[in-house]
């Protein structure tokens, strides 16, 4: 056994689940192939660490030749981009998909708040995973802001949101969630952490604590049931990678 083997990494929550197997069966085999390289990175990037795994790692258990992955990824660096859009998938499409009959923005910015927090508590190694992708991967830190300033903007045009700037305010959302995030994988957060943090976050956001309160008391919208990804799950990202931050 590798010291990646397959149960290294748990299972997603159903909710986020993959498309099922035959989703793929008559795909090509070019395609099930690279589907097959990301969810090898997903396992070892989260035992190893992003800065760390190393392409030849990945292809020890996606049980392919050296070559294959480079074949598919050019570098580490278009492997990493492509794991980003996978994960941005995986949770930030099924949220915006689950808040489509939310009207308010500081309710969806609550929601999408909440659910990071509850992939935190449920899948805290997949959690650690998407933190350290982001930290790595402007395409995936890139696409979680876009969600989050969609919800920012909605709430400042229905007055619910007063912000000094939107930079700054995206900072503070941002950042609160990804701490408390980190304080719920270590184990550390507190009884009705999320709650508290993301009526902190609303607050901060101009909203009243009680306005704030009530607003996250509401229940969560169900998230959306996986459907098929495109015959290419690659989509534009951001170009420019920064440095590994820490």
Known sequence: MTLW????????????????????????????????????????????????????????????????????????????????????????????????????????????????????????AWAALLLDVAATSPALLGTVRDYMLADLRLGIRQKAFKVTTEAAAADLVGGTISQAMRMRIAG????????????????????SRDAAAEVVARPLPPLAVAAPMPRSVSRPVRRGRSAVQR
């Not at 989703?23 to 090898?40: N, S, V």
């Open 5 to 124: 083997s397959h149960g290294s990494l748990p299972a997603l929550p159903p909710e986020l689940a993959p498309e099922p197997a035959d989703a793929y069966a008559r795909a090509p085999k070019r395609e099930r192939t690279r589907r097959q390289l990301i969810e090898a990175a997903a396992r070892v990037f989260s035992h190893r660490g992003v800065a760390v795994a190393t392409l030849a790692e990945v292809a020890q258990v996606g049980q392919v030749a050296n070559a294959t992955v480079y074949n598919h990824f050019a570098s580490k660096d278009a492997l990493i981009d492509e794991m980003a859009v996978w994960l941005a998938d995986r949770l930030c499409r099924r949220i915006a998909e689950s808040c489509v009959h939310v009207a308010e923005g500081s309710e969806r910015m609550a929601v999408g708040n909440r659910r990071y927090l509850w992939l935190a508590d449920v899948a805290p």
């Open 188 to 207: 550390l957060a507190p009884k009705n952490h999320a709650t508290a943090v993301t009526t902190m976050v609303l607050v901060g956001l101009g909203m």
